[in-house]
C-alpha cells in the first residue's frame, strides 16, 4: 500500500460526458502528479500541483483540468470525453519539497480506469 | 528536455535465468534514475532509484542496475529471474528538483516455467 487512495477504481461512460477522478495523497505529501497510462501512448505526464499550486504542465488536453485543494487531496476533471480518453489515470505524489534538491520518488495509487463507450 | 528509451517492450526469460531490462537516457543536467514495476491490476512500485554517489544500486526482489554515464544508460538486472517477476518494468528520469518524472514506454517481462 503507497498510501496514495484513488477513486474510483473504474469509470464507465459515454462521449461527451464529464467524469472527476479524486486522489488522496500521502500524509504530508504536498506534491501530487497525474499520469496517463494508455496502450498507445504509455505512461504520460499530465500535471503537477505543489501545496494548492500548478507547477508543471504536460501533455494535458485543454478539456482536461486539475485542482490542489488546502486539504492537499487532489481532482482531475475530464470534459467532452471521447472514445480516445479511456485509459488508466495515475495519481502519485511526492515527499520532496518543490525547487529542492531531492531523490524525486514518486509514490503512486492504484488508478482509475476510465472507459468511455 | 529529459527522455527515456527503453530497448524491447517484451522481454521473456526461462525460470532461474539472468533478466537484462535496458534503459537509456537523455538529459542535460544530472539525472535521476529509477525502475518502477508494474503487476497486472497495480500502480507503480519502486524497484530502485539511482541519485548520486555509488553507480550501481541495489533494490528490491533482487533487482540491481547500473548508472553507466558515458553510455548514458541505466540497465536492470536480476541474476536469477522469478515467475512472481513477471510484471512491466519501467524506466524513468527526472531533474532532481522535486519535479515529474519522465518514464520510457515499459517492458513486459515474462517468466516461463
Known amino acids: 500500500d503507497s498510501g496514495v487512495t484513488q477513486t474510483p477504481k473504474h469509470l464507465i461512460t459515454a462521449t461527451g460526458q464529464r467524469v472527476t477522478l479524486r486522489c488522496s495523497p500521502r500524509?504530508?505529501?504536498?506534491?501530487v502528479y497525474w499520469y496517463q497510462q494508455s496502450l498507445d501512448q504509455g505512461l504520460q505526464f499530465l500535471i503537477q500541483?505543489?501545496?494548492?499550486?500548478?507547477?508543471a504542465k504536460g501533455n494535458i488536453l485543454e478539456r482536461f483540468s486539475a485542482q490542489q485543494f488546502p486539504d492537499l487531496h487532489s481532482e482531475l476533471n475530464l470534459s467532452s470525453l471521447e472514445l480516445g480518453d479511456s485509459a488508466l489515470y495515475f495519481c502519485?505524489?511526492?515527499?520532496?519539497?518543490?525547487?529542492?534538491?531531492?531523490?524525486?520518488?514518486?509514490?503512486f495509487g492504484e488508478g482509475s480506469r476510465l472507459t468511455v463507450l | 528536455a529529459q527522455s527515456v528509451t527503453q530497448l524491447g517492450s517484451h522481454v521473456s526469460v526461462s525460470e532461474g535465468a539472468l533478466v537484462l531490462l535496458r534503459c537509456n537516457y537523455s538529459?542535460?543536467?544530472?539525472?535521476?534514475l529509477f525502475w518502477y514495476v508494474q503487476y497486472p491490476n497495480q500502480g507503480l512500485q519502486l524497484l530502485l532509484k539511482?541519485?548520486?554517489?555509488?553507480?550501481l544500486v541495489k533494490g528490491i526482489n533482487g533487482f540491481e542496475a547500473e548508472f553507466k554515464k558515458s553510455e548514458t544508460s541505466f540497465h536492470l538486472t536480476k541474476p536469477s529471474a522469478h515467475m512472481s517477476d513477471a510484471a512491466e518494468y519501467f524506466c524513468?528520469?527526472?531533474?532532481?528538483?522535486?519535479?515529474?518524472?519522465?518514464f520510457g514506454q515499459g517492458t513486459e517481462l515474462s517468466v516461463k516455467p
Open positions: 500524509s504530508g505529501d504536498l506534491s
Open positions: 524513468a528520469v527526472s531533474n532532481n528538483q522535486g519535479g515529474k518524472l519522465i
Open positions: 538529459s542535460s543536467v544530472p539525472p535521476y
Open positions: 539511482y541519485t548520486t554517489g555509488a553507480t
Open positions: 500541483y505543489y501545496n494548492g499550486e500548478e507547477r
Open positions: 502519485a505524489s511526492s515527499p520532496v519539497k518543490y525547487g529542492s534538491i531531492g531523490a524525486g520518488e514518486l509514490f
